[in-house]
Structure formats: structure tokens, C-alpha cells
């Protein structure tokens, strides 16, 4: 009895209290694992403005990249066709001229990114050919066109004052013909990249056609105390001399020098382009050249946005984003000119038309009863604009400002062809033309339903990745075909 009785002070103590079983935090799995425990929970306030402006960013990004893409091949497909047309062995294949420039203030890379992105997936889409004159420099492609101009002026007979060395191209082009082979007949002509590349362009057409063969004579140099100030472009070639140098070599007694001379060094090439023919201010009294045909080679322009600086972040972020519309208006002038028949000469719409002449002293004076001396209806002045000078004239207010500021002095001599006006020569600009595409909505819509059908019938016949498998590890519908690893490749050794 004595063992089943309990003290009283350990009866009098109160039960220790159970503690609770503990709930085993997350997956058991995973804390075996070492991997913490994942709550769901809405992230803070920091994180959800990041990851909205970073998701509604590389949305916007994707669907734009996402349209461009359609878009591009929507106008390849319009022109596909062309690539599957046969050509004859004794037939050149189509060519244009593609004319690009640096932009005002930056590099050439990016009018070359802008051709190989917007441009080239049309043309090689079209199978066409192209030649590319890039510009460095503000006039270089108005050297190169006028240039060209000049070589096509000798070729129709026009005689030069120095006999020049026959050209390369022209020495192949008498190979190709004694072969039989003939130029392609289909529409060609020149696509010019840039408001600033089309001002030059237009420049150097005319001096080509207005200018003389030959470069014009210097100026003579005036001798006077600020003759080097006035005239920094014209350099004495004795400059370099000292005094009595100078002296001697223009008496023809030059002392003669025991020591041997070291090898003269070789000429530096031009830093700059060919200083031009003739200036816009003559073409009016400049005449024209007898072998110019009656319309000139069409040409065609491209639009091509280009701003810079720090400030104008929000739009060039919103160009960035919005590249499918860019992309969209320059496949449709591509194709309209891959896919043109004909072409159409450049208009001049009438600026103004007035009875008095506004350059005459005598305009402002009236007869005796108030009224002009000139008869009411008649036109005496008027202004016109030639279509050529109003393309794409609103990416000049995004240059750089370098395209706008004035020479230094020591660049007196240099030719600012972008930051001029656009002269046009009436002779030159009514023979100017541009392509026409005849095709309207309907037939391009119908033309690429064809294309999209062929693509699709060729998806059809073409095996998919788990047919070719079954083909190359011979468990296709031909069992007798070789397996893959004992030939090399897919299919007979006669295939």
C-alpha cells in the first residue's frame, strides 16, 4: 500500500503542460533538400513597379519585332515570284543602284543596317541584283553620281579635252557583247537611301549634265597680305620652302646638294571629295548636254528617320518600338519598285502667280487713276516646286545641328550640300522620272493568297523532323532504303 501512494508535494504539483506538436514547415522533400520554404505572397511594392515596366517593355518589344517580321514577308512574298521566272543563259539578270550616306553626325553603319534590315530582304526576295555607292562624307555621293554621269557622256561620243584610259567597266561590258550577252529588259534604276543622300543625288545628276568634262580651272591667286586668310583651299606648292629655296628654284640656279636625298613620300589621298564642276547658282547659264537622252534613268527614294541625342530619348525609344511601321512603308516602295512597269516623270506644282513682277523696281508704281499699268489676268512672275524638293523635307528638322552650323574659316571651300536649298534645273528636272506600279490592292492581295498557297502545298509534301527519323533510321514506308549511319546521309548513294 504503501508503494501506490504518492508523496503529498509531488501530488500537490501541478501536471507539466504537453507541448504542442509542431507542424512540419513546407514540403518535407524539399527541407530535406536544403531548399528554403516558398511562401506565396504578393511581391512589395519595389518589385511590382519593375517587373511592370520591365514586362510591358519586352511585351511591346516582342509584338513589335513579331509584326515587322510579318510584314517583311508579306511584301517578299508579293515579289517571290520573280525569283522563280527563268532566265535565259545569254541574259544579264536585273540590277539597281543603291545610293546610301552617313547621316548628319553619325557613322555609315547606320545607313548600312538600315539597308540590310528594311531594304535588302525585298530585293534578294525579288532575286535581283544591286551595286552600292556609300558616302562617308557630306558630297562624296554627289562626286560618285556626278562622276557617273560624265563616264556615260564620253561613252555616247562627247570628247573630252585629256583622252582618259578606258574604265574597267567598260572593258567588260565589250567582252559581254562580243559573248552575246545582252543587258536585262526589264525596268532598272537607282534607289536612294536619306533625304540627305537624295539632295546629293539630285546635285550631282545636274552637275553631270550641266557641268564641263573636264575640272575647271583653279583661280588665280592674288598676292596680298591676306591672301592665306582669304583663300585657305589654294595651296603654293612652294610653301614648303624656306626663302632662298624658293628663290633658287624660281631662278632655275637650286644649289646642288652632296647629301642623297631620301625618296619623295607618296602623295596623302583626298580627305575630301571632289570639289564640284559647277555651283547650283549656274546651272541657269550652264548649257545642256547634247547627248542627254530625253528621260534620265528613274530613280526612287526611301524614307530614313535618323535622330540623335540624349534628349530625344522618348522618341527614339518609341521608334524602337514601333519599327513595323517603318518597315511596312519602305517593303511597299521597294516592291512598287521591283515589281514596276513603267515609269512616270516627276511633277512641279505651281508656288504662286502674280501680275506684277515682285524682282521689278516698278511694281510698287501705279498710272493716274490708281490703278496698275498692267493688264488684269496677266501673269509676269510665278514660282513652281518640283516634287523632287518637297521628299521626305521633314527629316531635315531632326539632323544634327553639324549639318546646320556654318565653315570654319579654314573650311571656306567646303560644300554644304545638306544644309543648302534644293536646286532644281528646269531641263533637268522634267526629265527626271520615277517607277510606277500599275498593281492595285486586289491583285497584290491576290498575289500573295498564290504565294501563300505554294508555301503551303510545299509544307505539305515536305517531311516533317519525326518523318525524317523514321527515314534515316530505316523505319520509314521504303524499308529497303539504307539506314543513316551506314550511308552518311539520307537516301541512296544514286539519289
Same mark, same amino acid.
Given at each position: 500500500?504503501?508503494?501506490?501512494?504518492?508523496?503529498?508535494?509531488?501530488?500537490?504539483?501541478?501536471?507539466?503542460?504537453?507541448?504542442?506538436?509542431?507542424?512540419?514547415?513546407?514540403?518535407?522533400?524539399?527541407?530535406?533538400?536544403?531548399?528554403?520554404?516558398?511562401?506565396?505572397?504578393?511581391?512589395?511594392?519595389?518589385?511590382?513597379?519593375?517587373?511592370?515596366?520591365?514586362?510591358?517593355?519586352?511585351?511591346?518589344?516582342?509584338?513589335?519585332?513579331?509584326?515587322?517580321?510579318?510584314?517583311?514577308?508579306?511584301?517578299?512574298?508579293?515579289?517571290?515570284?520573280?525569283?522563280?521566272?527563268?532566265?535565259?543563259?545569254?541574259?544579264?539578270?536585273?540590277?539597281?543602284?543603291?545610293?546610301?550616306?552617313?547621316?548628319?553626325?553619325?557613322?555609315?553603319?547606320?545607313?548600312?543596317?538600315?539597308?540590310?534590315?528594311?531594304?535588302?530582304?525585298?530585293?534578294?526576295?525579288?532575286?535581283?541584283?544591286?551595286?552600292?555607292?556609300?558616302?562617308?562624307?557630306?558630297?562624296?555621293?554627289?562626286?560618285?553620281?556626278?562622276?557617273?554621269?560624265?563616264?556615260?557622256?564620253?561613252?555616247?561620243?562627247?570628247?573630252?579635252?585629256?583622252?582618259?584610259? $578606258?574604265?574597267?567597266?567598260?572593258?567588260?561590258?565589250?567582252?559581254?557583247?562580243?559573248?552575246?550577252?545582252?543587258?536585262?529588259?526589264?525596268?532598272?534604276?537607282?534607289?536612294?537611301?536619306?533625304?540627305?543622300?537624295?539632295? $546629293?543625288?539630285?546635285?550631282?545628276?545636274?552637275?553631270?549634265?550641266?557641268?564641263?568634262?573636264?575640272?575647271?580651272?583653279?583661280?588665280?591667286?592674288?598676292?596680298?597680305?591676306?591672301?592665306?586668310?582669304?583663300?585657305?583651299?589654294?595651296?603654293?606648292?612652294?610653301?614648303?620652302?624656306?626663302?632662298?629655296?624658293?628663290?633658287?628654284?624660281?631662278?632655275?640656279?637650286?644649289?646642288?646638294?652632296?647629301?642623297?636625298?631620301?625618296?619623295?613620300?607618296?602623295?596623302?589621298?583626298?580627305?575630301?571629295?571632289?570639289?564640284?564642276?559647277?555651283?547650283?547658282?549656274?546651272?541657269?547659264?550652264?548649257?545642256?548636254?547634247?547627248?542627254?537622252?530625253?528621260?534620265?534613268?528613274?530613280?526612287?527614294?526611301?524614307?530614313?528617320?535618323?535622330?540623335?541625342?540624349?534628349?530625344?530619348?522618348?522618341?527614339?525609344?518609341?521608334?524602337?518600338?514601333?519599327?513595323?511601321?517603318?518597315?511596312?512603308?519602305?517593303?511597299?516602295?521597294?516592291?512598287?519598285?521591283?515589281?514596276?512597269?513603267?515609269?512616270?516623270?516627276?511633277?512641279?506644282?505651281?508656288?504662286?502667280?502674280?501680275?506684277?513682277?515682285?524682282?521689278?523696281?516698278?511694281?510698287?508704281?501705279?498710272?493716274?487713276?490708281?490703278?496698275?499699268?498692267?493688264?488684269?489676268?496677266?501673269?509676269?512672275?510665278?514660282?513652281?516646286?518640283?516634287?523632287?524638293?518637297?521628299?521626305?523635307?521633314?527629316?531635315?528638322?531632326?539632323?544634327?545641328?553639324?549639318?546646320?552650323?556654318?565653315?570654319?574659316?579654314?573650311?571656306?571651300?567646303?560644300?554644304?550640300?545638306?544644309?543648302?536649298?534644293?536646286?532644281?534645273?528646269?531641263?533637268?528636272?522634267?526629265?527626271?522620272?520615277?517607277?510606277?506600279?500599275?498593281?492595285?490592292?486586289?491583285?497584290?492581295?491576290?498575289?500573295?493568297?498564290?504565294?501563300?498557297?505554294?508555301?503551303?502545298?510545299?509544307?505539305?509534301?515536305?517531311?516533317?523532323?519525326?518523318?525524317?527519323?523514321?527515314?534515316?533510321?530505316?523505319?520509314?514506308?521504303?524499308?529497303?532504303?539504307?539506314?543513316?549511319?551506314?550511308?552518311?546521309?539520307?537516301?541512296?548513294?544514286?539519289?
Amino acid at each position: 500500500m504503501t508503494d501506490n501512494v504518492k508523496p503529498a508535494a509531488e501530488a500537490s504539483r501541478p501536471p507539466a503542460s504537453v507541448a504542442p506538436a509542431t507542424k512540419a514547415e513546407g514540403n518535407p522533400a524539399l527541407r530535406m533538400m536544403g531548399l528554403p520554404r516558398i511562401r506565396a505572397k504578393l511581391p512589395s511594392r519595389n518589385w511590382l513597379i519593375f517587373l511592370s515596366i520591365t514586362g510591358s517593355f519586352t511585351t511591346a518589344l516582342l509584338y513589335d519585332r513579331n509584326q515587322k517580321r510579318k510584314v517583311q514577308k508579306k511584301w517578299c512574298d508579293l515579289v517571290s515570284h520573280l525569283a522563280r521566272e527563268t532566265l535565259p543563259i545569254t541574259q544579264l539578270p536585273r540590277r539597281f543602284t543603291i545610293f546610301l550616306a552617313a547621316p548628319p553626325g553619325d557613322g555609315l553603319r547606320s545607313a548600312r543596317e538600315y539597308f540590310q534590315e528594311y531594304v535588302k530582304p525585298v530585293l534578294v526576295a525579288a532575286a535581283v541584283e544591286w551595286d552600292v555607292v556609300e558616302g562617308r562624307r557630306e558630297g562624296d555621293v554627289r562626286a560618285g553620281v556626278a562622276e557617273r554621269v560624265r563616264k556615260l557622256r564620253r561613252k555616247y561620243g562627247e570628247k573630252a579635252p585629256v583622252e582618259l584610259e $578606258e574604265p574597267q567597266e567598260d572593258l567588260v561590258q565589250a567582252i559581254q557583247e562580243k559573248a552575246g550577252i545582252r543587258p536585262s529588259s526589264d525596268l532598272e534604276g537607282d534607289l536612294v537611301i536619306g533625304r540627305h543622300t537624295w539632295k $546629293e543625288y539630285v546635285r550631282g545628276l545636274q552637275e553631270g549634265w550641266l557641268g564641263p568634262l573636264h575640272p575647271p580651272d583653279p583661280p588665280p591667286i592674288v598676292a596680298s597680305a591676306g591672301a592665306s586668310a582669304s583663300e585657305p583651299c589654294l595651296e603654293d606648292p612652294t610653301s614648303d620652302l624656306t626663302g632662298e629655296q624658293a628663290t633658287a628654284s624660281e631662278s632655275g640656279n637650286a644649289p646642288v646638294s652632296t647629301v642623297p636625298s631620301e625618296p619623295p613620300p607618296s602623295p596623302p589621298k583626298p580627305v575630301t571629295p571632289i570639289p564640284p564642276y559647277i555651283s547650283p547658282s549656274q546651272y541657269s547659264s550652264s548649257p545642256l548636254a547634247s547627248t542627254v537622252p530625253g528621260t534620265l534613268q528613274p530613280a526612287m527614294a526611301l524614307p530614313f528617320p535618323h535622330i540623335l541625342g540624349i534628349l530625344n530619348t522618348p522618341i527614339r525609344t518609341y521608334r524602337f518600338l514601333t519599327q513595323r511601321h517603318l518597315a511596312n512603308e519602305v517593303g511597299h516602295i521597294v516592291a512598287d519598285m521591283v515589281l514596276a512597269g513603267s515609269t512616270r516623270p516627276f511633277t512641279a506644282e505651281l508656288d504662286f502667280a502674280s501680275s506684277i513682277d515682285p524682282d521689278s523696281s516698278s511694281a510698287s508704281l501705279s498710272n493716274g487713276e490708281g490703278q496698275s499699268g498692267v493688264r488684269e489676268g496677266a501673269v509676269i512672275a510665278s514660282g513652281s516646286r518640283w516634287e523632287q524638293q518637297g521628299m521626305y523635307v521633314d527629316e531635315e528638322k531632326e539632323w544634327h545641328k553639324s549639318a546646320r552650323k556654318p565653315n570654319a574659316p579654314e573650311e571656306e571651300c567646303k560644300e554644304r550640300v545638306w544644309s543648302e536649298d534644293m536646286v532644281i534645273d528646269e531641263r533637268i528636272g522634267q526629265r527626271m522620272t520615277t517607277f510606277v506600279n500599275s498593281m492595285g490592292p486586289d491583285e497584290r492581295s491576290r498575289r500573295v493568297a498564290e504565294e501563300h498557297a505554294l508555301q503551303a502545298a510545299d509544307r505539305q509534301h515536305k517531311p516533317g523532323w519525326i518523318e525524317t527519323i523514321k527515314l534515316w533510321t530505316g523505319f520509314g514506308e521504303n524499308d529497303k532504303r539504307v539506314k543513316g549511319w551506314e550511308q552518311g546521309s539520307v537516301g541512296n548513294e544514286s539519289d
